[in-house]
């Protein structure tokens, strides 16, 4: 079966650039996607489609895909950006998270 | 705007079936697939499978013997069914709507609250 691998954790100081990797193989040949979950609340799609921002996210949230590892960046980050980031992609009409990375802004 | 809203048991017995109803409002269920996915307490995401507004259905493989996801269209409404069920079933339930170019399911847009099903006896 498929699988995205991401680093359990990343760290961050405030203003600076976050940068969370996603590995899978041949991902840049997928659509790969990113979700914030905040403690206590239910995901939200952060990036889709590689890059794309769905309405109201801020702009400092980007991503991109190549080869094997999709990268979501958050620029200028924030105290609220705190939170567990999870990859997903579909592989043969399945879809597939990562384990998921926890922010740590400090 | 589109809003989910899960539905159902909070606690199940090992070796029955767990049963969920995810209720759309704001929109309409046609032309669009709707999901399940599940989060143990304290773990990551896991997709169980979606469905279309039509009744086609994928599931997880990992899961697909004892999946059974409907739609009813008069309702806005879809359903969950996971058969004989243990504690490793135990985790928070969610409904999502999917995403999707063309034919081409791409992500999860929008999502209930959620909902804990606890498996004990």
């Known amino acids: 079966s498929y699988e995205l691998t991401q680093p359990p954790s990343v760290s961050v100081s405030p203003g600076q650039t976050a940068s969370i990797p996603c590995s899978g193989d041949?991902?840049?040949?997928?659509?790969a996607c990113w979700y914030q979950q905040r403690p206590g609340q239910s995901p939200v799609l952060v990036i889709y489609?590689?890059?794309k921002r769905p309405s109201g996210i801020p702009e400092r949230f980007s991503g991109s895909n190549s080869g094997n590892t999709a990268t979501l960046t958050i620029s200028g980050t924030q105290a609220m950006d705190e939170a567990d980031y999870y990859c997903?992609?579909?592989?043969?009409?399945?879809?597939?998270f990562g384990g998921g990375t926890k922010l740590t802004v400090l | 705007q589109v809003q989910l809203q899960e539905s159902g048991p909070g606690l199940v017995k090992p070796s029955e079936t767990l049963s969920l109803t995810c209720t759309v409002s704001?929109?309409?269920?046609?032309?669009?697939?709707w999901s399940w996915i599940r989060q143990p307490p304290g773990k990551g995401l896991e997709w169980i499978g979606y469905?279309?507004?039509?009744?086609?259905?994928t599931y997880n493989p990992s899961l697909k013997s004892r999946v059974t996801i409907s739609v009813d269209t008069s309702k806005n409404q879809f359903s969950l069914k996971l058969s004989s069920v243990t504690a490793a079933d135990t985790a928070v339930y969610y409904c999502?709507?999917?995403?999707?170019?063309?034919?081409?399911?791409?992500?999860?847009?929008?999502w209930g609250q959620g909902t804990l099903v606890t498996v004990s006896s």
């Open positions: 999502a709507r999917v995403l999707k170019t063309g034919d081409l399911a791409i992500a999860f847009d929008c």
């Open positions: 704001g929109g309409s269920i046609s032309s669009y697939y």
């Open positions: 469905i279309y507004y039509s009744g086609s259905t």
């Open positions: 041949k991902l840049g040949n997928k659509y």
């Open positions: 489609q590689d890059s």
């Open positions: 997903q992609a579909w592989d043969s009409s399945t879809g597939v």
